[in-house]
């Protein structure tokens, strides 16, 4: 069985538990996940026996000739959902409710108004399937971790006290896109000095500040993300730049030692902030662990003291990334992905985490 085929029996088995007899899918990311072809403008309907892309003039072409053979490629309309209801007698048909807007949702009842369907909210089916990577998967993750390690060693040979922290996010972006990339993971961060206690800062249009220089980027490889933050030192570290870069990093360590299989999520994060804490900073590390990545920058697992009893799977990826944030002085944060495997763990990032001054 190929891989979009056991993705489809994977769907499917979630419908039947849930008793759906349809879904409808209208977001890019499962859109490209379950069918291969990527339609931001398209939709898919998927029953038990039958699924359908649905791509209008601008993409037929291209969804002949990449989406699954399991599916059959359609013109909007081609079948009507009308058509799609009656023959695959569907009478509970799932919508992504994290995903649909109120008036797409109010549009398809309207359309199937009469024909006795039940809309249902599908929630979380999609983002547990993903949370669970296959090898080629995770092949397409690390492909694109190793395009942002490539920039990484790029800025380090570039940066100069002239750069400015909006040049230093274009730097990165254009490194990656000359290497393969197909578009930034998310918006760059690159900031400096202050700014750097802003964990989701914005680069603004200054020359970079002495301290530190946060810089949390990745690249997308077959619509696959990676995610890494690095933070170096512009001029000389002092000894409190140094202890806190040291914190951060000693957290991170900590954690990603302590990650197996059958893990807690929640002790991951609670190994890194007790050391974070009991280092005098407490109350400074104020965002979660990490997430899970994938299709999407944030996907499933959380890896927050929130998590429950929830553990670590073999097959999931989630980031490690620890912070300390002083507000008005200064802030630092060092991320890496890491893959669950039977019994262990591997690091995807391969990238130095030493203090780097320049
Ligand atoms: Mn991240």
Redesign the pocket.
């Given at each position: 069985m190929n891989a979009m085929d056991a993705r489809l029996n994977a769907l499917r088995q979630k419908m039947s538990e849930m008793n759906l007899d349809a879904i409808y899918v209208n977001s890019a990311e499962n859109h490209l996940y379950m069918s291969g072809f990527d339609n931001p403008d398209g939709h898919l309907v998927i029953t038990k026996e039958k699924a359908y892309v649905f791509a209008d003039f601008r993409y037929i072409e291209a969804a002949k000739a990449e989406a699954s053979s399991s599916f059959e490629v359609c013109l909007p309309n081609k079948p009507t959902l009308n058509e799609i209801v009656r023959d695959g007698g569907v009478k509970n048909f799932g919508y992504e409710d994290r995903r649909m807007t109120c008036a797409s949702l109010a549009g398809l009842k309207k359309t199937l108004d009469g024909m006795g369907v039940e809309f249902c909210p599908i929630g979380g089916i999609f983002t547990e399937i993903r949370s669970y990577k296959t090898d080629d998967e995770v092949e397409s993750i690390i492909a694109a971790q190793r395009i942002a390690e490539g920039a990484f060693a790029h800025i380090l040979k570039v940066i100069n006290y002239d750069m400015t922290e909006t040049e230093v996010a274009a730097e990165l972006e254009y490194y990656m896109k000359k290497h393969g990339s197909e578009k930034p993971s998310f918006d760059t961060i690159a900031v400096s000095g202050t700014a750097s206690a802003r964990p989701h800062g914005v680069p603004r249009p200054v020359k970079l500040e002495k301290g530190f220089l946060t810089m949390?980027y990745g690249a997308v490889v077959n619509g696959y993300h990676s995610?890494m933050?690095r933070t170096i030192v512009i001029g000389k570290a002092d000894a409190d730049i140094t202890k806190l870069y040291n914190t951060v990093l000693e957290a991170q360590c900590a954690a990603i030692d302590a990650i197996t299989e059958g893990a807690k999520n929640a002790d991951m994060d609670k190994i890194a902030r007790d050391i974070i804490d009991n280092a005098g900073y407490r109350g400074c590390f104020g965002h979660s662990l990490?997430?899970g990545?994938g299709l999407e920058?944030h996907e499933q697992p959380g890896v927050s003291g929130g998590m429950g009893d929830a553990t670590l799977k073999v097959g999931q990826i989630i980031?490690v990334?620890p912070g300390i944030y002083i507000e008005g002085k200064y802030g630092c944060r060092i991320?890496d992905m890491v893959l669950i495997t039977k019994g262990g763990k591997q690091n995807l990032t391969d990238c130095p985490k030493e203090l780097i001054e320049v």
């Amino acid at each position: 069985m190929n891989a979009m085929d056991a993705r489809l029996n994977a769907l499917r088995q979630k419908m039947s538990e849930m008793n759906l007899d349809a879904i409808y899918v209208n977001s890019a990311e499962n859109h490209l996940y379950m069918s291969g072809f990527d339609n931001p403008d398209g939709h898919l309907v998927i029953t038990k026996e039958k699924a359908y892309v649905f791509a209008d003039f601008r993409y037929i072409e291209a969804a002949k000739a990449e989406a699954s053979s399991s599916f059959e490629v359609c013109l909007p309309n081609k079948p009507t959902l009308n058509e799609i209801v009656r023959d695959g007698g569907v009478k509970n048909f799932g919508y992504e409710d994290r995903r649909m807007t109120c008036a797409s949702l109010a549009g398809l009842k309207k359309t199937l108004d009469g024909m006795g369907v039940e809309f249902c909210p599908i929630g979380g089916i999609f983002t547990e399937i993903r949370s669970y990577k296959t090898d080629d998967e995770v092949e397409s993750i690390i492909a694109a971790q190793r395009i942002a390690e490539g920039a990484f060693a790029h800025i380090l040979k570039v940066i100069n006290y002239d750069m400015t922290e909006t040049e230093v996010a274009a730097e990165l972006e254009y490194y990656m896109k000359k290497h393969g990339s197909e578009k930034p993971s998310f918006d760059t961060i690159a900031v400096s000095g202050t700014a750097s206690a802003r964990p989701h800062g914005v680069p603004r249009p200054v020359k970079l500040e002495k301290g530190f220089l946060t810089m949390d980027y990745g690249a997308v490889v077959n619509g696959y993300h990676s995610d890494m933050t690095r933070t170096i030192v512009i001029g000389k570290a002092d000894a409190d730049i140094t202890k806190l870069y040291n914190t951060v990093l000693e957290a991170q360590c900590a954690a990603i030692d302590a990650i197996t299989e059958g893990a807690k999520n929640a002790d991951m994060d609670k190994i890194a902030r007790d050391i974070i804490d009991n280092a005098g900073y407490r109350g400074c590390f104020g965002h979660s662990l990490g997430h899970g990545v994938g299709l999407e920058i944030h996907e499933q697992p959380g890896v927050s003291g929130g998590m429950g009893d929830a553990t670590l799977k073999v097959g999931q990826i989630i980031t490690v990334e620890p912070g300390i944030y002083i507000e008005g002085k200064y802030g630092c944060r060092i991320e890496d992905m890491v893959l669950i495997t039977k019994g262990g763990k591997q690091n995807l990032t391969d990238c130095p985490k030493e203090l780097i001054e320049v």
